[in-house]
């Protein structure tokens, strides 16, 4: 009897796991444990398992990985929201790009809508690419709006080829700007990624195989 209960529990906790990592949205799947940290100078061992306590986040702390392409802020942003699901969390992942398009139609779509309040109501958000591209005035006091709404109910992790300081350029509004970065940057750990991109230094070929 106490087989069968164990098998039923892990049956549910697999299915609630399958549905929270459905909602997610990730591009695809990421794990720490496929992380190469040897590979990142700037990330060590200590500070990655540091990372994947969680601390962070059940503190609502944010974090922020800066670097060139290539490096993999975005597979260490995905693998700590596997990991946040792992233990429960709810977890969204958006591109820049997806989220400027969500909110600018969430009046009119009720998919869009129903997306960016599953955003709001997440514990974790992780917003990739952010100021990949300049905003117009519109699209920079929309993602103030969302990053009010997140600000102390939820983590965010940003992932960014551009730190703080450019910010203001590709915003726009230096209110906007100032009001967006005193939300982020309140409670936020900061890591800067560097070396070469793991994309080029690994690429494939077909010529390989002839």
């Known amino acids: 009897m106490?087989?069968?209960l164990s098998y039923e529990l892990k049956k549910r906790e697999e299915k609630q796991f399958a549905r929270r990592y459905k909602r997610a949205a990730f591009p695809e799947l990421k794990t720490l444990d496929?992380?190469?940290?040897?590979?990142?100078?700037?990330?060590?061992?200590?500070?990655?398992?540091?990372l994947r306590e969680l601390m962070?986040?059940?503190?609502?702390?944010?974090?922020l990985f800066l670097g060139p392409p290539g490096v993999g802020k975005t597979h260490l942003a995905i693998g700590l929201g596997v990991e946040a699901l792992n233990q429960g969390y709810s977890v969204s992942f958006v591109t820049m790009d997806q989220l400027l398009h969500?909110?600018?139609t969430q009046e009119i779509s009720r998919n869009a809508q129903l997306r960016v309040n599953r955003i709001i109501r997440s514990d974790l958000v992780i917003l990739d690419d952010l100021m990949f591209m300049a905003l117009d005035r519109q699209e920079a006091h929309l993602f103030?709006?969302?990053?009010?709404?997140?600000?102390?109910?939820?983590?965010?992790?940003?992932?960014?080829?551009?730190?703080?300081?450019?910010?203001?350029?590709?915003l726009g509004d230096p209110a906007?700007?100032?009001?967006?970065?005193?939300?982020?940057?309140?409670?936020?750990e900061v890591i800067h990624l560097t070396g070469d991109s793991y994309r080029l230094k690994h690429r494939q070929t077909i010529f390989g195989n002839f």
């Not at 496929?34 to 540091?50: A, I, K, N, T, Y």
């Not at 962070?56 to 974090?63: D, I, T």
């Not at 103030?144 to 590709?170: R, V």
């Open 56 to 63: 962070w986040l059940e503190q609502h702390y944010n974090l």
């Open 144 to 170: 103030f709006q969302l990053i009010n709404k997140l600000y102390g109910q939820a983590s965010i992790i940003l992932t960014s080829n551009k730190g703080p300081e450019d910010w203001g350029e590709l």
């Open 176 to 188: 906007v700007t100032t009001a967006i970065l005193d939300r982020i940057l309140h409670r936020s």
């Open 34 to 50: 496929e992380f190469r940290v040897d590979e990142q100078p700037s990330l060590g061992q200590r500070q990655l398992q540091q």
């Open 2 to 4: 106490q087989r069968v």
């Open 102 to 104: 969500l909110l600018k």
